[in-house]
């Protein structure tokens, strides 16, 4: 057997494993992706070869918060791909705060800094009163992050000029308290969001949105998971409700998507048909 096709081997054995002792399945995940997580995953384990992690997997309960840690990919920031924060500002807003109550469901939050940016645009609009933002994720430490609300000072120059860029109607130091090298989030952005740990891959629709926000999620899993994701998104979404994908993703793995007018189809924002059509 050749060394790739055993390493192939060790990798199918170490995602059952994780399967069907802890009930995460990462098996439709994007393999270039997940190649290059496992690796850091056997260094940060300092062992040559994936197998080795498999007794630990098994019976060490420890074990599962930093597999799952590694094979997530926390990577966000505020107000990332500003001009999309400026379309939902002047197009799907409008829309949502017609309605008596606002839910939005953040796909993907890892460290919470898009969360963050949803309420704040909210907040400008004067919508915040009346949203609730659900930002959900597999990875636990990234989720303690992003319910702290605290984020490396280091960072708000970048944020600032997407803020900015986006529309922003203030300064993004409007909404955060610096201490020395972190900046804090206000408090009343913070009571809009509730932080849940969920399993996109196997778990069912987490809430009835008005607005889901799933970017730069689907770009690491496979077309079968793609469409099984975006179903799951599709039957969360209320009549006439919207949804917002990363600027790479699409909607082709859905199998209905029809479901769905583009309201941009390159800053990839879609809005659900209604059997009467849009308002």
């Known amino acids: 057997m050749k060394v790739s096709e055993l390493e192939e081997v060790e990798i199918t054995l170490f995602l059952e494993t994780l399967r069907l002792r802890h009930g995460y399945d990462f098996r439709h995940y994007s393999r270039a992706s997940l190649r290059r997580r496992l690796l850091s995953l056997q260094r940060m384990f300092a ?48 829309v949502l705060r017609t309605f ?37 994720d597999i990875n636990d430490a990234a989720l303690a992050t992003a319910e702290a609300g605290i984020f490396p000072a280091r960072r708000m120059a970048l944020y600032s000029e997407n803020y ?39 778990d069912g629709v987490f809430c009835e949105a008005h607005l889901v926000m799933c970017r730069n999620v689907l770009i690491y899993f496979d077309r079968f998971l793609q469409g099984r994701c975006l179903g799951l998104m599709r039957a969360s979404l209320v009549r006439g409700g919207f949804l917002c994908l990363g600027l790479q993703e699409t909607l082709d793995a859905y ?25």
């Open 47 to 94: 062992v040559e070869h994936l197998v080795e992690l498999l007794p630990r997997l098994l019976r060490e309960e420890t074990i599962l918060s930093k597999v799952l840690a590694t094979l997530s990919v926390p990577v966000t920031e505020m107000f990332r791909d500003p001009e999309v924060f400026l379309l939902l500002r002047r197009h799907v807003l409008p």
């Open 100 to 136: 008596p109550r606002i839910n939005i469901w953040q796909v993907g939050s890892a460290t919470g800094e898009e969360a963050y940016s949803l309420a704040i645009l909210m907040a400008e609009e004067g919508c915040l009163p009346q949203c609730q933002i659900y930002a959900t």
């Open 164 to 202: 900015r860029l986006a529309g922003g109607a203030g300064k993004l130091s409007d909404y955060c308290q610096t201490h020395l090298d972190v900046v804090e989030m206000h408090e009343p952005l913070r009571r809009a969001m509730v932080f849940a740990h969920h399993n996109l891959v196997a």
């Open 255 to 279: 199998g209905e998507k029809e479901d769905f007018q583009a309201v941009d189809r390159l800053l990839r924002v879609f809005r659900l048909r209604t059997e009467g059509g849009l308002r």
